[in-house]
């Protein structure tokens, strides 16, 4: 189990900027496979939001997050981060880091795809 700590959530202003860091556990295999989702509120669902092979640097991003937000590693740090840009009312949630990489083959903003999960940091945006 990959051991996760999110930060960097808060309240902004529509149109605001906010990065949201994923501290994942010392191993060289932790951040593999890295995705970012959000559950907004009175959603049943966990949405995936954008996700990166840590092995090859490929990304992949939910169409509506596409030009707004920007997933990146630090190796060195084992820290994935989530550049979120031109906030809106809608982009608030909570936002989760999952990682490990499961047996699931299919799309990396599936919570299958991952096998180990933190516990989430707020985004609130207001208009």
């Known amino acids: 189990q990959v051991q996760l700590v999110e930060s960097g959530g808060g309240s902004v202003q529509a149109g605001g900027s906010l990065r949201l860091s994923c501290a994942a556990s010392?191993?060289?295999?932790?951040?593999?496979?890295v995705g970012w989702f959000r559950q907004g509120p009175g959603k049943a669902e966990r949405q995936g939001v954008a996700?990166?092979?840590?092995?090859?640097?490929?990304?992949y991003y939910a169409n509506s997050m596409k030009g707004r937000f920007t997933i990146s590693q630090d190796k060195s740090k084992n820290t994935v981060y989530l550049q979120m840009n031109s906030l809106n009312p809608e982009d608030t949630a909570m936002y989760y880091c999952?990682?490990?990489?499961?047996?699931?083959?299919?799309?990396?903003?599936?919570?299958?795809?991952?096998?180990?999960w933190g516990r989430g940091t707020q985004v609130t945006v207001s208009s």
């Open positions: 010392p191993d060289r295999h932790s951040t593999d496979c």
């Open positions: 999952a990682a490990g990489c499961s047996a699931y083959g299919g799309s990396w903003l599936r919570g299958l795809k991952y096998t180990s």
């Open positions: 996700a990166i092979d840590g092995r090859t640097g490929t990304t």
